[in-house]
């Protein structure tokens, strides 16, 4: 989480038992890779609270290591890995194209973020009582447009009800954390992706996500 080094290494937890518990439930291969997504966000924020005792501890290899893997999730892996996850369970055809058109968007912003990792140190700081992550080529508009097309864009092209949800709630939080915490964005909006990845959990402890697509998307 964005608060504290105890908030984020309890957020992380609780998160990781319950992808645990996803990804057991998936029923086919297709599914599996969306039903990772509340444990991979699970090992994030457990990352995030090791970046948080770093400054505590006065430990700057940790620091070093444990911002970069947070950063390589939050601007390598997401871009690349939810249109992936998403298009894989993807059964319309039009939709799949529209999908894999936001893959390769995510594939492009995810390499140029993956070299901006080695262009220029990547920085964490704590302001106020956030993380804040910096590096000069993160929030260019361009990079900006192409990870949202990557990352919200492709849920929303889904005929998937749960992870059209997914993709509207993750926009509105996306907001509300550019709107209230600017500089800090990129640790809480993870953090609100995070939260928001318990939904992925109940659907399919509820229902099987191969059963939840919306006949009308179809056509």
């Known amino acids: 989480m964005c608060f504290s080094a105890t908030a984020s290494l309890v957020a992380g937890g609780a998160l990781s038992a319950v992808g645990v518990v996803t990804t057991a439930k998936a029923k086919t291969k ?6 990772m997504v509340p444990l991979l966000f699970g090992i994030q924020q457990l990352t995030e609270g090791f970046v948080w005792l770093s400054f505590s501890w006065n430990a ?3 620091n070093l290591i444990t911002t970069y893997i947070f950063s390589l999730f939050a601007f ?3 871009p690349v890995y939810v249109p992936f996850a998403v298009g894989l369970m993807e ?6 194209k529209a999908i894999y058109a936001c893959q390769i968007a995510g594939l492009a912003v995810g390499a140029y973020l ?17 993380v804040v992550y910096s590096n000069s080529h993160f929030y260019q508009f361009a990079v900006m447009v192409l990870y949202f097309a ?8 889904s005929s998937k009800r749960i992870i059209r949800v997914f993709g509207v709630c993750a926009f509105l939080l996306a907001m509300v954390a550019a709107w209230f915490y600017t ?22 402890r509820s229902n099987p996500i191969t059963e939840r697509v919306d006949p009308k998307l179809k056509l």
Request: proline share 3%; aromatic share 20%; glycine share 2%.
């Open 114 to 130: 993956l070299y901006s990792h080695t262009a220029s140190l990547v920085i964490s700081e704590i302001i106020g009582r956030h």
């Open 150 to 157: 990557a990352t919200i864009v492709s849920c929303l092209f």
């Open 183 to 204: 500089q800090a964005f990129v640790s809480v909006w993870c953090f609100f992706a995070a939260v928001l990845s318990f939904i992925v959990f109940w659907h399919f």
């Open 76 to 78: 390598v892996v997401w």
């Open 60 to 62: 700057a290899t940790l």
């Open 91 to 96: 059964t319309v055809p039009w939709r799949k």
């Open 30 to 35: 297709k599914e599996l890779p969306f039903a």
